[in-house]
């Protein structure tokens, strides 16, 4: 699904940011990445989705290079940055909606899917209200519903955890575990804290300092 060969990324001669970065993931296998905010592993993201250049190595998808991918009809991936992109102006409902009509998804299918994703994500109460207007739980919320929407391959998420408390941390993780499991995808997830690493339950690795390591 995704192999990672000698990746190396570098925004300066003399320090590569990530070093000689190696791993595969098979369909429907899962990895959580720890490291601190110093380690890279936003950048590894960015760099996985061709947002980042990379200085050397090679990324595959689907054994095709990140060179040729399409990524819009070769594979499907899920995103998930602190900071997610919005619609900031539109409602809740309408951000799903939209995630929908560039699919060309019919108007009887794309309102069952959306109202079931506001409902299955309790986002319901707050669907005509700007995505300006909502708070950091709420946009990773929507952020899911929208994934829930659609058919994943492989889901890449950032720490997003850092600014949730701990009820709010627990209701989170259960929506990603189960919306990976209800798509059977691969997932490459990124943590600061080993406690949130052992609450997903997958194969882990250590960050540190740009370099990957399968224990500190």
């Given at each position: 699904?995704?192999?990672?060969?000698?990746?190396?990324?570098?925004?300066?001669?003399?320090?590569?940011?990530?070093?000689?970065?190696?791993?595969?993931?098979?369909?429907?296998?899962?990895?959580?990445?720890?490291?601190?905010?110093?380690?890279?592993?936003?950048?590894?993201?960015?760099?996985?989705?061709?947002?980042?250049?990379?200085?050397?190595?090679?990324?595959?998808?689907?054994?095709?290079?990140?060179?040729?991918?399409?990524?819009?009809?070769?594979?499907?991936?899920?995103?998930?940055?602190?900071?997610?992109?919005?619609?900031?102006?539109?409602?809740?409902?309408?951000?799903?909606?939209?995630?929908?009509?560039?699919?060309?998804?019919?108007?009887?299918?794309?309102?069952?899917?959306?109202?079931?994703?506001?409902?299955?994500?309790?986002?319901?109460?707050?669907?005509?209200?700007?995505?300006?207007?909502?708070?950091?739980?709420?946009?990773?919320?929507?952020?899911?519903?929208?994934?829930?929407?659609?058919?994943?391959?492989?889901?890449?998420?950032?720490?997003?955890?850092?600014?949730?408390?701990?009820?709010?941390?627990?209701?989170?993780?259960?929506?990603?575990?189960?919306?990976?499991?209800?798509?059977?995808?691969?997932?490459?997830?990124?943590?600061?804290?080993?406690?949130?690493a052992d609450s997903f339950g997958y194969n882990k690795k250590y960050l540190v300092y740009g370099s990957?390591?399968d224990t500190l």
């Amino acid at each position: 699904m995704l192999k990672v060969e000698h990746l190396f990324v570098s925004f300066t001669k003399e320090f590569y940011t990530l070093n000689d970065i190696n791993f595969e993931l098979k369909k429907s296998e899962r990895l959580i990445i720890i490291g601190s905010k110093e380690s890279g592993r936003t950048v590894c993201l960015r760099t996985l989705l061709g947002l980042e250049p990379r200085a050397k190595g090679d990324i595959f998808y689907k054994n095709i290079s990140i060179d040729k991918i399409d990524f819009q009809n070769d594979i499907s991936v899920a995103y998930l940055p602190v900071n997610c992109a919005f619609l900031e102006n539109k409602t809740v409902k309408q951000n799903i909606e939209y995630v929908l009509k560039i699919r060309n998804k019919e108007d009887g299918y794309l309102g069952i899917k959306v109202n079931n994703a506001l409902i299955e994500y309790g986002i319901d109460y707050i669907k005509n209200k700007k995505v300006k207007e909502l708070n950091y739980l709420e946009r990773l919320k929507l952020a899911l519903a929208r994934f829930s929407v659609r058919n994943i391959d492989i889901f890449l998420i950032d720490d997003i955890f850092e600014k949730l408390s701990s009820l709010e941390l627990n209701k989170i993780i259960k929506m990603i575990k189960q919306l990976i499991k209800s798509n059977d995808a691969s997932a490459l997830i990124m943590t600061e804290k080993e406690e949130i690493a052992d609450s997903f339950g997958y194969n882990k690795k250590y960050l540190v300092y740009g370099s990957l390591q399968d224990t500190l």
